[in-house]
């Protein structure tokens, strides 16, 4: 093994030598030559730091008192909620969603609003030409927007053109398409996609400039390339949405300056995308008269409230085994509604088949819903509608209780909004005295079984 390399180093001026000496080379002191430890010891030689020496950082304490950074707003009030209330200098953040949902036509109306919002802003497209972007301005009446527009993929020329011209945006599109001449590999691969968002990234941190990448997403609906790359960013938005639906969903899975998991939601026009100001009333069908099956949920995504209907429908099975499909929600927490449905009800979905739709295309994640997919399963099984202007929600738990559930003056305020005035809300949960509608609470799912179905 190779021995580990000695480094001494003047106390008084801190010259270093290879070896030690009675005079200091440097400053002529005597005596002031010491050894110095180097600052690994474990593993390889080779692989250690060795005795070399970096500057030392400065340390703060946590009470250092420092003024929020500044945002500037777009004027795309989803959009800016999404970022947690609009852009922050130096910030980086990746966008990913499916191949035509509108990510390049989102963010090209974003890039536009912040250029006549002030900022130096430069789109870089590794995709499309540069007259194809310029006929999708056109086409959004974007075209006299100050937007500087680039149509390279040579990441070293990119960085050079940023550093000389110092915007206060950029706009990656996509992340994919970037490729490093020193990285041996393909474009798109695991080790270009890495090494390009990392030098974008830096980037940003030392020019204080944002940039916004946009990525690719899997089968899955998981964004492409190494996970590494959504820890190297402060914001990592989802773009959403059915094809068959107009409307568009943004979502926030992290957000270093907001909220996480908060939605914008957008309606896919022959202008572009266009901001939604009510999306409950977009989530919620027409509801002319009240259907078996059919139950509104009054659910939180994010800071906002927002209503969604669950459809069930129960029919008897041809086949021998039942089918459980569902859209918008957990297939996996379907079975568990059906099971504490039968187990602790007795009431049982042997030989139907189950079908759980959410309208709209909405997709519910909240545990808030348990009691609103339950009053939808037995309404669509008891063939007995709920009351048109009813809404339900509560989480369920495997003994059959009605769990409380958080920010429930807000649901019930969205709800009373939208013309309800009543709701199903398990017991001993915060209601405010100003909700203003009429509130049923129950405790566990037997007595609402036994209340609102009757005996079942």
């Known amino acids: 093994m190779a021995k580990p390399q000695k480094n001494f180093v003047c106390s008084d001026c801190g010259a270093v030598s290879a070896k030690w000496s009675g005079r200091c080379d440097g400053c002529g002191a005597w005596n002031t030559i010491v050894e110095e430890k180097p600052l690994s010891q474990s593993g390889p030689a080779s692989k250690t730091l060795g005795g070399m020496r970096g500057k030392e950082v400065v340390l703060s304490d946590l009470s250092t008192k420092e003024p929020p950074p500044p945002r500037t707003a777009c004027g795309i009030g989803e959009f800016d909620r999404v970022l947690g209330g609009g852009l922050v200098p130096a910030s980086a953040i990746l966008v990913g969603g499916d191949p035509g949902i509108g990510k390049s036509t989102l963010l090209l109306q974003a890039a536009a609003r912040f250029a006549m919002a002030g900022l130096k802003v430069i789109y870089v497209s590794g995709e499309e030409a540069a ?136 309606e896919m026009t022959g202008d572009g995308l266009s901001e939604v100001a009510n999306p409950s009333a977009l989530f919620l069908s027409e509801r002319d008269q009240p259907a078996p099956g059919s139950v509104v949920f009054a659910g939180i995504e994010g800071t906002r409230p927002v209503l969604v209907e669950f459809q069930a429908l129960v029919a008897p099975s041809p086949h021998a085994q039942a089918r459980r499909t569902v859209v918008g929600w957990d297939g996996g927490r379907l079975a568990m509604i059906l099971a504490v449905l039968e187990s602790r009800c007795g009431i049982p979905f042997a030989g139907l088949d189950v079908y759980l739709n959410v309208a709209g295309g909405m997709k519910v994640s909240e545990p808030a819903a348990d009691l609103a997919v339950a009053a939808a399963l037995l309404s669509a099984r008891e063939d007995a509608a709920l009351p048109k202007d009813c809404v339900v929600f509560g989480e369920l738990s495997l003994s059959g209780a009605l769990r409380p559930v958080g920010q429930m003056e807000n649901r019930l305020k969205e709800a009373q909004k939208l013309g309800f005035s009543s709701a199903i809300a398990p017991a001993h949960s915060k209601a405010g005295n100003d909700s203003g509608m009429m509130l049923r609470q129950m405790s566990d799912l037997t007595g609402f079984v036994g209340e609102v179905f009757g005996a079942g």
């Open 131 to 266: 007259a194809q972007v310029r006929m999708r301005a056109q086409r959004l009446g974007l075209d006299k927007a100050p937007v500087k527009l680039a149509a390279e993929t040579n990441l070293r020329d990119i960085l050079t053109t940023l550093e000389k011209e110092a915007p206060d945006l950029v706009v990656i599109d996509s992340i994919q398409t970037m490729w490093a001449d020193n990285v041996e590999s393909a474009p798109g691969s695991v080790s270009q996609v890495r090494a390009a968002a990392h030098e974008l990234v830096t980037f940003a941190k030392t020019r204080g400039c944002s940039v916004v990448l946009v990525g690719h997403v899997t089968k899955e609906g998981q964004l492409a390339g190494p996970r590494v790359v959504e820890h190297m960013v402060d914001t990592v938005l989802y773009f959403e949405g059915e094809r068959g639906h107009q409307f568009r969903l943004l979502r926030a899975v992290k957000n270093r300056f907001g909220p996480a998991h908060e939605i914008g939601v957008f």
